[in-house]
């Protein structure tokens, strides 16, 4: 049996300080601060690039998704570990993702980004990660009380390609309609001339390091929000250890590179509203609880050829035009005219679906 | 005695907690876990680790991994 280092807690502490010192780096070399990754954030971009919805400062196709979605796929082929897969209440999941994401967006961030706020000196991050916590507290109770979305099936091997050939369609779209100086749409993509859809790293060197984490993720299965679902559930700190190596290491990267600053206030893409910040993650943590894996993991098991994960990605690319569309999202002046509204009512159907989705006796 | 949880197609953590559950109840000294997955292998091992479980032995079949649990 061969094993397999990253998956031992040396292998996920390394993985951790690999994406967070990458992320201190990208933000360096042009991502949005303390925006170096964030998944929720940029697959909200890429629904921008695409016209699902029209806030036109986010628009941009993100290179680090399509590289987190390959690399896992290379990985997985490499190991012999892609195995196409479907059918676990694929529906709940795209749910589950649009709720995530609208959860996700009245914070401003992910769960990475939440880790990544807190490594730049954001303290409102500290309460978005108390809400997340709180949210993942609330589905483990689910998860011990026997809720499940049910068993997978093999499917065939094509079935295992969807997402990552969409992945491989975007960056043919943006290798065909490139995006230049003052030009707002090339072709069928939208493109942001100012705020965090015009700040990005160079497209190769944003698809090369997300490459190597996709890679690295799939290999360790690394996941912010299983890292607190196994400390709550199981008292287990692998998981945890790789995701306290990525603040850790990002917050080292940032001192060396200038980027941490200490604050509440002005902090980048932040609001400072904290009972929404905290409500906003505790909606995204138990949506994320509910469906089994972060924002992040969700990609790098689609990678392996897990459609339910795939579904969970579109449905966090459908929830970030519906929170744009609908002004669900927050911006740095606060929460957005319906914010308040859909954490309610995100919270009511992740309840539900909790309460619903079981074992049948 | 032993006796056999079927985890297959169960994402992660339901095969961790059928196999906690198991090992709770006390009742056989032979647990067999049955996944599908080498994430879900790798997780069931290193929860039965910590519960003060032993692996005795892991065999695999196509995609399938039996993993055997003792007490020790």
């Known amino acids: 049996m061969v094993k397999n280092f990253f998956a031992s807690r040396w292998g996920i502490i390394g993985v951790g300080a690999f994406i967070g010192i990458a992320a201190a780096l990208l933000q360096k070399l042009g991502n949005p601060g303390n925006m170096g990754i964030c998944v929720a954030c940029f697959e909200r971009d890429i629904a921008g690039a695409l016209g699902f919805h029209r806030a036109g400062v986010v628009q941009y196709i993100r290179p680090e998704i399509i590289g987190f979605v390959a690399g896992s796929l290379i990985a997985a082929l490499s190991f012999k570990e892609f195995r196409p897969r479907c059918g676990s209440a694929p529906v709940v999941r795209f749910i589950l993702g649009i709720i995530a994401m609208i959860g996700a967006l009245v914070f401003l961030g992910c769960p990475w980004r939440a880790a990544l706020r807190l490594a730049g000196g954001d303290g409102n991050a500290v309460i978005g990660l108390l809400g997340l916590a709180a949210g993942i507290g609330i589905g483990v109770q689910f998860l011990k009380n026997g809720y499940t979305l049910g068993r997978t099936q093999d499917s065939p091997r094509a079935a295992g390609f969807m997402l990552p050939l969409f992945m491989l369609g975007l960056l043919v779209l943006m290798l065909i309609y490139p995006g230049g100086e003052a030009q707002a749409k090339s072709g069928v993509l939208f493109y942001s001339l100012k705020g965090p859809g015009a700040m990005h790293a160079p ?127 927050s911006s740095p002046k606060g929460v957005g005219p319906h914010g308040i509204a859909a954490v309610i009512v995100g919270l009511a159907i992740c309840l539900i679906i909790g309460f619903t989705m079981r074992k049948k006796a | 005695m032993s006796t056999t949880i079927d985890a297959r197609g169960l994402s992660c953590p339901q095969p961790v907690l059928m196999t906690m559950d198991e090992i709770k109840k006390r009742t056989e000294n032979e647990i067999i876990v049955v996944v599908d997955s080498e994430a879900s292998k790798e997780n069931v091992s290193r929860a039965a680790a910590s519960q003060g479980c032993g692996v005795r032995k892991i065999t695999q079949d196509g995609d399938e991994y039996r993993i055997t649990i003792v007490r020790d």
């Open chain 1, 203 to 329: 497209l190769l060197v944003s698809l090369g390091v997300a490459l190597v984490i996709g890679f690295l993720a799939q290999r360790s299965r690394f996941c912010t929000m299983g890292a607190l679902r196994d400390l709550i559930l199981f008292r287990q700190v692998h998981l945890l250890s790789g995701f306290i190596s990525l603040v850790v290491f990002a917050f080292l990267a940032n001192l060396l590179l200038g980027q941490f600053h200490p604050g509440f206030a002005g902090q980048p893409v932040a609001h400072t509203m904290h009972l929404w910040n905290f409500a906003g993650m505790v909606v995204a943590g138990l949506a994320f609880a509910l469906a089994g894996g972060c924002p992040g993991r969700q990609l790098f098991l689609a990678g392996e050829g897990d459609g339910d994960a795939a579904v969970f990605v579109f449905g966090m690319i459908t929830g970030a035009a519906i929170a744009h569309n609908f002004g669900l999202a």
